[in-house]
């Protein structure tokens, strides 16, 4: 046998078994999210490589070390998206379609970093995007979590908590950012080398640090909310009161700093409370300088990505997966009349019943293969067609979940028998 070819690490396929996880959940998605106002919007998997510069930032670990990029024919450097803000944004400033009008945006799709793969954590990896430009909150930042907590209430999903920060504007953190840079060089000695090297670039991360022997030092280093300027603890302070108002409860965690350069204000995580380390399935926050910084007009924004492949898994711990339903109606086929005419038959049925999933026997087999088969599409009905039936004008019916016998329809009212037969079991 010829040698296979291996799948590339950290890139899974979703499997017919897992698919109907996935199908609910992004129906789910779509519905909730149309119904807060949002719009689908498209754009590209793989954009210039100075887009992702410009926008997530030089120094972070997704620019710097897990992204996918690459050399075109042409000589330009492109990437694989990394995450979607940075390509919808673009799309929004490309499509002109700022020019004083807001836009509620989603999308989803797959995004790719290299990243060490583990339960959790993939090269690709799916999210689900939002993106409200043009509102400067804190009303509508709230009303984005208040549409996330709604989404685990619609989905049964409770091992979830929200924590939010504020990062300030870009002034009031810079000032932060030259005091924390300050406070960590008198401790040098015992910081770890992705802190030292953190502590020139992004120095804000090193209080993202999941290093134990760092906890000390982050635990002593001054707070990004006792540094806010007076707008942005204003803000701050009307998005925790909206928040309470509306019945969602939250955390402050000082030392949420989210791991992309763009963010100001207001930032937010969802966090799985029982899985380990990649334990955030939805984050974001406010970004009110990226899209000037992309060339757009000064407008503000707020956003946030839910990893799919991390509710997927919250929705299988649940059991809140709607069990899949392969088939209404099974189709066995009996004699040669009933095997050449069978397909004819269950197409002129697709025709009558559209919304019926029909299954019919393909490739022959006997009798009790056929049965086997019908099994285990897991459809509650089938029908037998065979030679003697056709004869008479009929069709065989019978249950193959309860034990009552089989009947007969005349082939002329058959989309109605059927309709009534499923009805009867309880497949309105
Ligand atoms: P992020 O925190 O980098 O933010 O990613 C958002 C979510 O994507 C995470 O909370 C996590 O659930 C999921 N995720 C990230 N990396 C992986 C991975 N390697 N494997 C599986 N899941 C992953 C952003 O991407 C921002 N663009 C969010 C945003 C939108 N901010 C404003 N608008």
Redesign the pocket.
């Known amino acids: 046998m010829a040698e296979q070819i291996q799948p590339i690490r950290g890139m899974n396929d979703i499997l017919p078994t897992e698919i109907g996880a996935w199908q609910y959940l992004e129906r789910e998605v779509r519905e909730l999210v149309t119904a807060y106002g949002y719009e689908e919007m498209r754009v590209p998997i793989v954009e210039q490589t100075a887009l992702f510069k410009r926008s997530i930032g030089e120094f972070t670990d997704?620019v710097g070390k897990e992204m996918y990029s690459f050399e075109s024919q042409g000589g330009e450097s492109l990437t694989l998206r990394?995450?979607?803000?940075?390509g919808m944004v673009r799309g929004v400033i490309s499509n002109r379609m700022l020019r004083g009008q807001r836009h509620k945006l989603w999308c989803v799709g797959p995004?790719f970093?290299y990243?060490t793969p583990q339960a959790?954590?993939?090269?690709q990896?799916h999210?689900l995007?939002?993106?409200a430009v043009g509102y400067a909150g804190p009303d509508v930042d709230a009303e984005l979590i208040a549409l996330t907590a709604r989404l685990w209430r619609n989905l049964g999903i409770q091992r979830v908590r929200l924590q939010i920060n504020s990062l300030g504007s870009s002034e009031s953190r810079k000032a932060y950012r030259e005091l924390l840079v300050s406070y960590f060089r008198g401790y040098e000695s015992r910081l770890d080398a992705d802190s030292r090297r953190r502590l020139e670039g992004n120095p804000l991360r090193i209080l993202d640090s999941k290093n134990p022997e760092m906890q000390e030092l982050v635990a002593g280093a001054p707070l990004l909310t006792d540094h806010l300027d007076q707008e942005s603890r204003e803000h701050f302070d009307a998005l925790c009161a909206m928040l309470r108002d509306i019945g969602v409860p939250y955390e402050v965690n000082p030392r949420l700093v989210?791991?992309?350069d763009y963010?100001s204000r207001t930032v937010f995580?969802?966090i799985n409370e029982s899985s380990g380390a990649?334990n955030?399935?939805?984050?974001?926050?406010r970004?009110d300088g990226l899209i000037a910084q992309l060339g757009g007009e000064p407008t503000p924004a707020?956003?946030?990505?839910?990893?799919m492949?991390?509710v997927v898994a919250l929705l299988m711990q649940a059991g809140q997966v709607p069990a899949a339903t392969k088939a209404d109606v099974f189709i066995v086929l009996n004699g040669e009349r009933a095997t050449s005419m069978g397909l004819g038959l269950v197409e002129r049925l697709r025709n009558e019943l559209p919304r019926r999933r029909f299954e019919i026997n393909l490739g022959g087999g006997n009798f009790k293969t056929q049965f086997r088969r019908a099994d285990r599409s897991a459809a509650p009905l089938a029908l037998i067609v065979g030679d003697d039936e056709l004869a008479r004008g009929v069709v065989g019916m019978k249950p193959l979940r309860q034990e009552t016998g089989q009947t007969e329809c005349p082939i002329e009212r058959l989309a109605q028998g059927i309709e009534a037969a499923l009805a009867s079991l309880g497949c309105a």
């Open positions: 997704v990394p995450e979607a803000t940075a995004m970093r990243e959790g954590r993939y090269r990896f999210q995007d939002l993106e989210r791991g992309l963010y995580e969802w990649q955030a399935v939805c984050s974001g926050g970004y707020i956003g946030f990505a839910m990893g492949e991390r």
